[in-house]
């Protein structure tokens, strides 16, 4: 059982995530936390409601209160403005780092021993921020985004080749947006080109149907696999946005990686070999990154 799980920000992802984390896994207390207080009390109490099916033991407290996710084992960070339609993920840097600067602080006054992980986007460059911001270890800030794309590609990969996604080889690394590097074992002569487009742009995809809003469910999993092997010292491996200390010649940036995660959190970074293609891509990335970050910090 792990002893104390904090959501900032109760939005759809959160909420979600809040869900199936009760649906599978034993939790002391789960805190619930929104500027917008009544809603942060209004999910806790819906999912205080599925108690008599669920049956967990869990607390559940909905707040605005920062002092409430205080020795959190475990935070959540998926505060923010989401995307809309039209709306690059830079777009959304302006407000979302200084609403994730401010989140960092509190966190790291009333749990500085927490694993932070980071679904708001854009997601490595606020995965870096809330990492600087709190001075945390690099092991104990993590980036969800490439985990979700690699289940993207699982996905594309599995309705176009027929074979179940778990017996797919493929991997999504780099950044979270269209920049991205799709990783995958071509046997069936696919157009390659047609399913990394696809993996690329599957969240704007989203995004452009449903107008107003942004992926929920896929995000929210993908986190909460995240979370049970960091609760369960799983040591499995999983792409994630971490801190690079010179992996494919980059520093001081946070990119997507496969990584050893476990209790420690994202405890190794396993470094993929690159083709030259790949590492020129990165390395381009890795200096855009930089400089959007030197303008923020």
């Known amino acids: ?22 649906s599978n896994l034993e939790i ?27 049956d967990f033991s869990t607390q559940i407290k909905g707040t605005k209160h920062y002092s409430q996710i205080k020795d959190s084992d475990i935070v959540i960070f998926s505060a923010g403005v989401a995307r809309r339609e039209g709306m690059s993920r830079l777009d959304l840097l302006r407000i979302n780092a200084e609403i994730a ?27 870096y921020l809330i ?24 996905n594309i990969l599995a309705k176009e080749t027929g074979v179940a996604a778990s017996s797919q080889q493929a991997i999504v690394f780099g950044p979270h947006n269209k920049e991205m590097v ?32 942004s992926a929920v469910f896929g995000p929210s999993l993908v986190c909460s696999e995240l979370i049970k092997a960091i609760a369960y010292n799983k040591n499995q491996i999983i792409p994630v946005s971490v801190l690079l200390k010179g992996e494919y010649g980059l520093k001081d940036v946070c990119l997507g990686t496969p990584c050893l995660i476990n209790k420690a959190g994202a405890d190794k970074v396993i470094e993929k070999k690159l083709n030259k293609t790949q590492e020129k891509k990165l390395k381009q990335i890795g200096f855009a990154l930089r400089k959007t970050l030197k303008k923020l910090t």
């Open 101 to 127: 600067k401010k989140s960092a602080d509190n966190i790291k006054r009333y749990s500085p021993k927490a694993t932070i992980i980071v679904v708001t986007n854009p997601l490595d460059i606020i995965t």
């Open 131 to 154: 990492l600087k911001q709190t001075g945390f270890s690099a092991k104990k800030v993590i980036g969800m985004g490439s985990s979700l794309d690699t289940s993207r590609l699982l």
């Open 1 to 22: 059982m792990i002893r104390k799980v904090s959501i900032i920000g109760v939005g759809g992802v959160g909420s979600n995530l809040a869900f199936n984390l009760l």
């Open 182 to 213: 799709v990783d995958f074992a071509n046997r069936q002569k696919l157009e390659t080109k047609k399913i990394r487009k696809a993996v690329q742009f599957r969240g704007a995809e989203i995004v452009k149907l449903f107008k107003n809003k």
């Open 28 to 54: 002391e207390q789960l805190i619930l936390l929104d500027i917008k207080q009544d809603q942060a009390k209004a999910v806790a109490y819906d999912l205080e409601d599925t108690r008599g099916v669920l």
